[in-house]
């Protein structure tokens, strides 16, 4: 990427695109255009905040290490302001408007991300590590599809909520982590607005860019000055944001810890709150199932993102008569994998998001060896500088090891086996997580038992980490409270009053 050039914030209003070169990701034209600033102002009442290089930190392409651009950390003034912009928004023309303006808007975003899609691809890959060829078809797409979906139940909801009618929540404030992020923002932001709300949005603190650059799609699509407001910081500006004392909702996805913690500073306060937490999901391959396929399955299950993947399938339960095959087959699957530059539309695993999670990750491998497990890496050379780590397989693991208990988010899978069905149902339960599971088995009736005695939001079937805006997505357990996705998305943003009839 060495034409990619950062520009200083009073450049903007003169700044050129600049090319990139699209060899290293696929697309039909050999030319497109991903620029960024060099330092970032909140976005705040519709604009810009001046850049305040005294209120600020860094931001990392975790490809090579190196800063990337400038983030200003909101302070609790800053918060407040931002609340305060989205109430005047909520009790002023946003909440004006009908179910219709507002779906005309929600469609804009949507078109609009879908013709700067290449853009947002690049960038989303640059500052968070995640492989081109997946922020290029899954982040970038599906997160259109989710205003495209929520723009579509906009004018339509009391359809969703028949004998009911809805009411917006007001001003709701949305934290998200670093995994998907604009993804998460879609998550977050296109089910508000559908229903009325407005919104104060904390991104991570590693990876805020592509959330700001969604500021400026903001502006070209001219929506009201005070719906959307993006503060970035980092947990402390999360922590102004779920205290503040005129918020009417809290949206919070991110680790078990940070959300118990929130739960806890909440606990008096009478406000609806949503959390998308943490995952050990168990992938449960019985010997009846076509191996080469599973194999393919386990493959995208673990390492798609790098395995910084809440619902991952981090846990591999094989039938014992299979075992000793399907380790064979994944071993010799991930010698293919390629490690590398996040920009080559090659690369199959990227970069791990930045040095503090490389580290968590090397020292939970550290901590499974010591507790007695065999470790399998890809061989193959990683990169020099930036955060990577290889594929690894930890084998030799009992139900109780921290690997199998505790969440790595990186790309670690642990191994168990299990002899009768009833044996794979209860490893897959006991952990404290209950976000998402998966069956492979070629037999039907297998898939309806054991789906039914998951405790999981998610059961995959055949497939696993398959994403979609109309199916709701959410834990039981210490992966959440709450459901994001589909028309139960919807409840999370409305107060429902009986009416006897539609309203
Ligand atoms: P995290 O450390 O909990 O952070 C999540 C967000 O909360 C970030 O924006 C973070 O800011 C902010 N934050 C940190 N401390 C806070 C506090 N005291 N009060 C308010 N906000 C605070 O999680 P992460 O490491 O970014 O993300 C990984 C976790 O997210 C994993 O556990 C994963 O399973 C979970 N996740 C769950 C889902 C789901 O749908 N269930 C989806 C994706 C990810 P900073 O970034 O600046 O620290
Ligand atoms: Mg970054």
Request: overall charge neutral; glycine content about 10%; some cysteine.
């Amino acid at each position: 990427m060495s034409q990619m050039k950062l520009h200083d914030q009073s450049d903007r209003s003169t700044q050129k695109s600049i090319p990139i070169d699209w060899s290293y990701a696929e697309a039909p034209e050999n030319t497109s255009h991903a620029t960024f600033l060099k330092s970032y102002g909140l976005f705040i009442n519709g604009s810009f905040t001046n850049y305040d290089e005294s209120q600020s930190f860094n931001s990392i392409n975790p490809a090579n290490g190196e800063v990337l651009y400038r983030c200003t950390e909101a302070s609790e003034i800053d918060v407040d302001i931002a609340v305060k912009a989205a109430r005047a928004s909520f009790e002023g023309e946003w909440g004006n408007f009908s179910g219709t303006q507002r779906s005309h808007y929600l469609y804009r975003i949507a078109r609009m991300l879908q013709e700067r899609a290449r853009e947002f691809a690049v960038l989303e890959s640059m500052d968070g590590g995640k492989p081109i060829r997946e922020s290029r078809d899954i982040d970038i797409p599906l997160a259109a599809a989710y205003f495209f979906y929520y723009a579509g139940w906009a004018d339509k909801l009391p359809y969703a909520f028949p004998g009911k009618s809805s009411k917006p929540l007001g001003v709701c404030a949305q934290i998200i982590p670093w995994n998907f992020p604009l993804l998460m923002l879609a998550w977050k932001i296109a089910p508000a607005l559908a229903c009325g709300n407005t919104v104060v949005l904390k991104p991570a603190e590693t990876t805020s860019l592509t959330a700001l650059k969604f500021c400026e799609l903001l502006q070209d699509i001219g929506l009201p000055n005070g719906v959307v407001n993006i503060v970035t910081g980092a947990g402390k500006t999360g922590e102004y944001l779920v205290q503040h004392p005129d918020i009417d909702k809290i949206a919070f996805t991110g680790s078990t810890g940070v959300g118990k913690l929130i739960q806890q500073s909440i606990a008096k306060r009478q406000i609806s709150a949503t959390f998308e937490l943490g995952g050990k999901g168990a992938f449960i391959l019985f010997d009846d199932a076509a191996l080469n396929e599973a194999v393919e399955g386990i493959i995208n299950a673990i390492f798609f993102n790098q395995g910084h993947v809440c619902c991952a399938g981090s846990r591999l339960l094989v039938q014992e008569g299979v075992a000793e095959k399907v380790i064979d087959l994944l071993k010799n699957r991930m010698q293919h994998l390629i490690i590398g530059d996040p920009l080559d539309k090659n690369t199959d695993i990227g970069a791990v998001n930045s040095k503090t999670q490389l580290e968590t990750i090397q020292r939970y491998v550290a901590t499974g060896i010591k507790e007695g497990a065999s470790c399998y890496e890809c061989s193959g050379s990683l990169p020099n500088s930036g955060y990577y780590f290889p594929p690894t397989l930890l084998t030799g693991v009992s139900q109780s090891s921290t690997v199998v208990q505790e969440e790595i988010f990186g790309p670690i899978l642990t191994i168990q086996t299990f002899r009768t069905t009833d044996e794979a149902i209860e490893k897959a339960n006991n952990t404290p997580y209950g976000l998402a599971n998966g069956i492979w088995t070629d037999k039907g009736s297998k898939i309806f038992y054991v789906g039914s005695k998951l405790k999981s939001g998610v059961v995959w079937s055949n497939t696993y980490n398959k994403f979609d805006p109309t199916s709701p997505f959410g834990g039981y357990k210490e992966s959440g409270k709450g459901r994001e996705g589909g028309i139960s998305g919807l409840h999370a943003y409305v107060k429902l009053v009986n009416n006897g009839g539609m309203n």
